[in-house]
């Protein structure tokens, strides 16, 4: 238990993800560690403290085992400090990422499935057979029903999993999961851990309580969906690599996976049933295409040999059927025996022209044994020229999700034209709606489309087009972090001439946030387009817009990506006369990035290479911010000498922007925040006295800024408190936390409202005044509520539980 709570506090230090009550979680055992070697010391007869130091924050997994031993063999020869472990253990508890039951709220039922289609023929088999399994197996111990469902591309393997799915989920009430893996090439397979992200964030799980990692991902994945009965789809998988880390340990629970590949791995570990769905019949695929194409619209019976001709030529692959029957069914003037003779034709062209030259991003090769081909070319022969263009311009890069905006600019149409385009291609089956004006090209459509690009439109067009959407995502980015961090200085010309309007709705900053948190895959796919084809300036300008999304929710394997990227493309730019300062930027993100990964030396090595970047090319500004990173990296590491040279280093700095410069403006602001930041130091090393009259000077010149600052002002009272606490002396700390929850209701600041009011409860229970402790906790847990922090909230409702027996 002690093991587990020093890992899961100092993983929380790093990554932030316990919020201030993490910090002081992470700083109290710091306290006990220091204690626990202390005594170790006067135990092995080291009295006069020779060789003592200060402990550092435990990173590694030795590290940790030997903190988790002091404090044990401590505390069993301690009453006192064993009753302030226990203490301690109780509090850590809550920081750990922890499951919200799905009787308690709404998002832990998911509801992920896509819609199934009323179109679905014949594979009533697998439906059935995955129903005989559920009856026969029982439950087992610890392992969910799998079933794997393999074949080509287009033979109808996502529509049977989502109509299984569909058909049994009443059996299954908590929930189901869904996920597309984007298996159909290595370069384009998502993550497990990104899988395990969408799904912990459906499951109910804060975006910033996430963990940065794979591994602690996936224990909370376990944890979330443990003795539930879920259904879990698990789409178009590349590897069985992609999707062990994301299979369940709930016996009560169904997996469905869908795979071109062969999946040995998972049939050897889980048992799993493998199915393997071969083409329709001709008799279905007559059936499948009658559907599809519809009854009683003027348009003529086709007599059944041609019909059955048509259906013959799709090779029963069902996307090929639908596809070829959108078409028909859209076009009430195409008659049946010219798509047959049209079909007929691609077969005979095929033959005549071989495979045709190869390209890596065909998945499946063209030529006669195409149905897929074949049925695409039928109906991109009926596309007007304009919508044929754009039906192109849409696959120059495997965007994850289309939107009226980014087809916009990649076709360089407007969106109004965009909007009607797209509606047409989803109509005759080139395209999907997967969610209220979003669209998704199917891995084969868009491969199709992209031969035709590279053939009608060239690498020149295309490139032309990606730099279109990255540029219009950039001005989306910048605008949207704009609204969420309007006071951060930032770089880059995106953000010349935005303001925020006059009268801005208090819900504008946390809209901004969720637009950024919808589009977050597309930004990301966005630099790697860019990336691809050589637009650095693009690259860390995208990253910089991603910069508030990053920070306030996490997504830290995207976050590290992304900026790694903008990183080596701002140098790169920099060589050429780009800008020099993006490169201390990117490199100040990247750290942040580690920081939430707990990856402390990789952080602290991109804040070294950051601070040199900007000493070279004089940027006082960031260079500054570098070294105050360094810093705040240091203060959670309990590095606190360090972290206070850190801050007098930065003061240094400061002192050398002058008027025009880089931060000028933001001078006022970047000294108040660097007096905190030394108050804060100065009170870990136990020097009280420095450390207020630092804090006090903060506090001074926040209030001193035009305007005000009523969030860091609120801040700064909250850090007197916490001094004062610390000082044994909790009247004067509730005096500053009474103004420390002015000042948040004031900036509107949820969270940091509820950690003021838990501060001030701690006075109160100081003081043995019961009524107002149990008074301010009250008010805490509705704000943690409102807020979305279902942790925080059971958490303050346990101590009101405590003092309401």
Known sequence: MVLTAVGTVASGALSGAGGEMGRRTSERLCGLLGRARAEQQDASGDADGGGRQAPTLPGTDSERRQAALWLTEVAERSPGFAQELQDWLREASWLAPRAVPAVAHDAARPRMLPATTGLFTDREDVTAAVVALLDERGRAPGAPAVVALTGPGGIGKTATAVHTAHVLRERFPDGTLYVDLAGASAATALSPSEALVRFLERLGVRPAAVPGDERRQRDLYLDCTADRRMVIVLDNAHSDAQIMPLLPAAPHSLVLVTSRHRLDRLVAETGARHHTLPPLSTADSVVLLKRVVGRGRGRPEAPEDVVRAVAEATGGIPLAVCTTGAGLAVREHLPWQRVAEQLAERVRAHGREGAGVPDENRVTPAGADDPVHRAYDVSYRELTPQCAAFYRSLAVWPWPTLTVMSAAHAADVSREASRALLEELA?????????????????????????????????????????????GYLRFGAAADFRVMPLRWRLGPAYAGLRLPEHRAASDGKDALEDLRRERENLAAVVRAAEHHGFDDLVWQLCEAMWGLHLLLGFHVQWIETHRRGAEAARRSAAEFGDPRSVGRMLVQLAFGHMGAGQAEDAAAALAGAAAADEACGHHRGHASA????????????????????????????????????????????????????????????????????????????????????????????????????????????????????????????????????????CHRSADRAADEAADLRTAALCHERNGDASGAARVRARLAELEP
């Open 427 to 471: 109509r005759v089956h080139l395209l999907e709606e997967v969610g209220e004006e979003r669209y998704r090209l199917h891995d084969l459509s868009r491969a199709y489309a992209h031969e035709l690009a590279v053939t009608e439109d060239g690498h020149g067009r295309m490139a032309a087009a990606v730099r279109r959407v990255a540029v």
């Open 627 to 762: 070294v105050e990173a360094l810093g705040l990296l240091r203060l959670k590491q309990w590095r606190y000498a360090e972290a206070e040279r850190c801050f007098e280093e930065v003061r240094e700095i400061l002192e050398r922007i002058g008027p025009g410069d880089d931060g000028w403006d933001d001078l006022p602001r970047a000294r108040a925040l660097v007096e905190h930041h030394v108050g804060r130091a100065l009170g870990r090393r136990q020097h009280v006295a420095a450390a207020l009259e630092r804090l006090n000077d903060a506090l001074a010149r926040f209030r001193a800024l035009p305007g005000g600052d009523p969030y860091n002002v609120g801040r700064v009272y909250m850090s007197l408190g916490e001094t004062h606490l610390e000082a044994a002396d909790p009247d004067l700390a509730r005096v500053c936390l009474d103004q420390a929850v002015e000042a948040m209701e004031t900036a509107g600041a949820g969270l940091q409202l509820a950690d003021a009011l838990e501060l001030r409860a701690r």
